[in-house]
């Protein structure tokens, strides 16, 4: 099923949830049409949540960027049953070539990097990332694993370049950072799925 759809120009990107992802040209609003797609479900679990493409071209390439959804509250049994399992994670893909979209790397955060990463009743993986670019570098929110914010300048190698984490807030057990957006100074705006607002800046 369709969970989220940007449009750049006459394109629509779409994160497709089980499916992966879209690329469906829009030039023609009343007649929709698929030019690209990938499906990496399965073998990874969790669904494809947002895609966007890179607003440069790495190497003459056209790239994009994709981002899961940890799809699902745990409890104590259920976090300790998903030991070792991927969890939702942020995805380079080259769509050069409409025929033949290439992963190129995915990037993942450790359950070591968050003390609030197996927490009952909270998600800990990827969830969303800020729908614009500046300087290469794509924004997440990361739920118990905060912001994560990621150097896509080569992306066939992704780093991390900074983080942050929110405190707990309002009774809750752990913070489960749901969505973040940026504005024209550089102000970061990361939002809680339950309760609170962190306003941030990052020095370089």
Not at 27 to 46: C, M, Q, V
Not at 101 to 117: C, G, K, R, T
Not at 175 to 184: A, F, H, K, W, Y
Request: aromatic share 10%.
């Amino acid at each position: 099923r369709l969970h989220h759809a940007l449009r750049f120009g006459t394109e629509m990107w779409a994160g497709c949830w089980h499916g992966g992802l879209r690329v469906i040209d829009v030039s023609d609003i009343t007649r929709p049409r698929t030019l690209a797609g990938y499906n990496y479900h399965p073998p990874f679990p969790e669904p494809t949540h947002t895609v966007m493409p890179l607003p440069f071209r790495p190497g003459g390439r056209r790239v994009c960027v994709a981002i899961d959804e940890e799809d699902q509250f745990y409890g104590a049994a259920e976090a300790e049953a998903r030991r070792g399992r991927p969890h939702a994670a942020l995805w380079t893909f080259d769509v050069s070539d409409w025929e033949r979209v290439q992963p190129l790397a995915m990037f993942e955060v450790s359950e070591l990097d968050s003390p609030y990463a197996r927490t009952p009743g909270g998600r800990f993986g990827a969830h969303q990332f800020a729908e614009r670019m500046q300087d290469g570098l794509v924004y997440c929110a990361w739920f118990s694993g905060g912001l994560r914010v990621v150097d896509l300048a080569d992306p066939s190698a992704p780093r991390e370049i900074a983080s942050f984490i929110p405190e707990p807030c309002g009774g809750r057990p752990s913070p489960q950072s749901n969505d973040v957006d940026i504005d024209d100074r550089g102000l970061i705006y990361l939002a809680d799925r339950n309760i609170g607002l962190d306003i941030l800046e990052m020095r370089r």
